[in-house]
T-cell receptor, first 115, second 115 residues
Framework: KAGVTQTPRYLIKTRGQQVTLSCSPISGHRSVSWYQQTPGQGLQFLFEYFSETQRNKGNFPGRFSGRQFSNSRSEMNVSTLELGDSALYLC??????????????FGPGTRLTVT | AQSVTQLDSQVPVFEEAPVELRCNYSSSVSVYLFWYVQYPNQGLQLLLKYLSGSTLVESINGFEAEFNKSQTSFHLRKPSVHISDTAEYFCAVSHITGGGNKLTFGTGTQLKVEL
């Protein structure tokens, strides 16, 4: 099976712009989660989508949003970019089993640089 | 709320020596436990998971971790490290119940294997 794929891998944006990142989960996985990784804050949970619905949300401002499509692919959007949004954005997918979700498998990430 | 503590930010070790990376967690409910490894400029790779059953779990590349409920720990060990084990290692937890996926990560331990 192909792993989690994320596009683009690298992105440079200017402060105030908006950006959309894309994630394709492992085939059959319906849960997709997004994380932000920075040197200062480490790995932080952004949100999770399951069956096109946001199921969990982290403590990020409303500028960060996401969605999931019927084929489980997901996008996240950041509006009005700030310098502090520079980070590695990681997407992870998980197989939903009876009794709850299991381990998450991560993509290679999108490196966003805001100038 | 749950939290994960990785006390050692960096662990230098000589090749073929044993290593232990420490992880302690805090949670009011039962959790799943994971170790992920991150190589430079890459995403996270699942190394080990504890979901249920035997408290000692092993990976295919010689790492093992033991879930200790009384000490709320999930330390990672390897009896003999190799240069290729140089990477950053993250301990993570997620709730067993409560709906959905949300990983809470520790701050990571940089393992540097030297000749």
């Amino acid at each position: 099976k192909a792993g989690v794929t994320q596009t683009p891998r690298y992105l440079i944006k200017t402060r105030g712009q908006q950006v959309t990142l894309s994630c394709s989960p492992i085939s059959g996985h319906r849960s997709v989660s997004w994380y932000q990784q920075t040197p200062g804050q480490g790995l932080q949970f952004l949100f999770e989508y399951f069956s096109e619905t946001q199921r969990n949300k982290g403590n990020f401002p409303g500028r960060f949003s996401g969605r999931q499509f019927s084929n489980s692919r997901s996008e996240m959007n950041v509006s009005t970019l700030e310098l502090g949004d520079s980070a590695l954005y990681l997407c992870a997918s998980s197989l939903e089993l009876a009794g709850g979700p299991r381990e998450q498998y991560f993509g290679p990430g999108t490196r966003l640089t805001v100038t | 709320a749950q939290s994960v503590t990785q006390l050692d930010s960096q662990v230098p070790v000589f090749e073929e020596a044993p290593v232990e990376l420490r992880c302690n967690y805090s949670s009011s409910v039962s959790v799943y436990l994971f170790w992920y490894v991150q190589y430079p400029n890459q995403g996270l790779q699942l190394l080990l998971k504890y979901l249920s059953g035997s408290t000692l779990v092993e990976s295919i590349n010689g790492f093992e971790a033991e879930f200790n409920k009384s000490q709320t720990s999930f330390h990672l060990r390897k009896p003999s490290v190799h240069i290729s084990d140089t990477a950053e290692y993250f301990c993570a937890v997620s709730h067993i119940t409560g709906g959905g996926n949300k990983l809470t990560f520790g701050t990571g331990t940089q393992l540097k294997v030297e000749l």
